[in-house]
């Protein structure tokens, strides 16, 4: 499996987060960086996803693919109702929820409602004032009806994304809000378009207009990204953002421009995956805490060419899952959780110890790895970073 299908260097962009270093010409937000990425590297592979099912042949995505399929998801989303988008900052929109099983799709609607000024808000835990406007709010297809219904209500979300695997959860979640005398306006819950429909669009599909990029946005707007807390503590809590706020994961590397193209990075976390996360790079030295270990995968992919697998929305990944990944894609990376790095450690005859320290990092996070199973891989010489936690 090759990272590009032509024979060219990968292009990075300049990212301008906000800071000294920005330049006139760099991107500033993430349907900006994908755009990049479609005229700079358009043949050069953005991931890879997998699906279920014995001879099912996964999707091999180019950058010029995935913008194709994020504006085919715009004109969508514009033309079934779920948003009628927006072109002036002040318009006043109701916010687009994504309730769906983790695959790539959910990183199409979401750069896709970005793209038509259809924010993903994550909303923090301090209390801040958010302009009523048009947002997305990005949840986790394992929250519980009871959370769902709680984040819809804090964030006033009146359109839901789903898919048939969250379906008994959002008429649960549906049920609970026609109940809450509070609830004013009931949200709509639609069927999405699957992941293959938007990368390969029928005849009808091709010829809905695409609507224009939304760009009256200021980096000071945190109304573009909803996602949430846990909940750990009692309901979860949105946490909300900007639009550049995507561009921090794309951002979170040290790692050096390099003549090759990068091999595969196997991902198995959820994208919708929210913990404390740090600056990726061979050595490490300083941390970049970011609340979305699930979206560095394809945000990396977009500035320095990294492409990665994804396992289907339907399987829940297991070590010998992720082995298999590994071998099939010759991945050098892996960006993962404890319990499938502990999985792939014990398989039988060494055979994932071997397959460990073959890669050049090793990224875990969403939970603390046990001091006994990090110990052994250090001292086998697998090169681990831990993503958990404020300090190394």
């Known amino acids: 499996m090759s990272p590009v299908r032509a024979g060219s260097t990968f292009i990075r962009p300049q990212l301008n987060l906000g800071f000294s270093q920005d330049k006139l ?3 500033n937000s993430l349907p900006e960086l994908i755009e990049f990425a479609a005229g700079h590297n358009p043949d050069h592979i953005f991931g890879v996803q997998t699906r279920a099912g014995e001879g099912s042949s996964p999707f091999d995505i180019t950058f010029s693919a995935l913008q194709s399929a994020i504006e085919h998801a715009s004109a969508w989303l514009v033309s079934t109702g779920a948003t009628p988008g927006r072109t002036q ?22 750069a896709a409602l970005l793209r038509i000024g259809t924010p993903v808000s994550i ?18 297809a394992r929250l519980t ?15 839901v994304l789903i898919n048939s695997q969250v379906s008994r959860a ?31 669009p029928n005849v009808r599909l091709n010829q809905t207009k695409i609507p224009p990029r939304y760009s009256a946005w200021v980096r000071e707007d945190l ?23 995507p561009l921090v994961y ?11 193209s990068f091999r595969f990075n196997v991902s198995t976390l959820p994208l919708y995956h929210v913990s404390t996360s740090k600056t990726l790079c061979c050595s490490i030295s300083h941390s970049s805490l970011i609340q979305g270990f ?36 010759g991945a050098r990376y892996i960006m993962t959780v404890p319990s499938i790095v502990e999985e792939v450690l014990r398989l039988p005859g060494g055979v994932g110890l071997r397959a460990l320290k073959g890669l050049e990092i090793v990224a875990v996070g969403g939970a603390p790895i046990k001091e006994s199973v990090g110990d052994e891989l250090a001292a086998a010489g697998v090169n681990l970073l831990n993503h958990w936690g404020k300090h190394f």
Do not use: W
């Open 25 to 27: 010409g760099g991107v």
């Open 89 to 110: 900052r002040d318009q006043k929109l109701s916010p687009v929820g994504i309730l769906l099983g983790s695959d790539i799709a959910i990183f199409i609607y979401m």
């Open 123 to 140: 909303q923090c835990l301090c209390m801040v004032c958010i302009p009523d406007i048009l947002q997305v709010l990005l949840m986790s």
């Open 145 to 159: 009806p009871v959370a769902i219904a709680h984040l819809m209500k804090e964030t006033s979300t009146t359109c």
């Open 170 to 200: 959002s008429q649960e979640a549906l049920e609970l809000l026609q109940a809450d005398t509070d609830v004013l306006v009931i949200s709509n819950f639609i069927s999405a378009l699957s992941c293959e429909d938007l990368l390969y």
């Open 223 to 245: 109304d573009a990204i909803i996602m949430h807390s846990s909940g750990t503590t009692g309901l979860p809590k949105p946490v909300y953002h900007s639009q550049t706020y």
């Open 250 to 260: 794309a951002a979170a590397h040290r790692l050096p421009e390099q003549k090759d």
């Open 294 to 329: 699930g979206l560095m995968a394809p945000t990396l992919s977009l500035s320095i060419g990294m492409p990665f697998t994804l396992p289907p929305a339907s399987v829940v990944p297991t070590g010998k899952s992720t082995l298999n990944a590994l071998q099939t894609s």
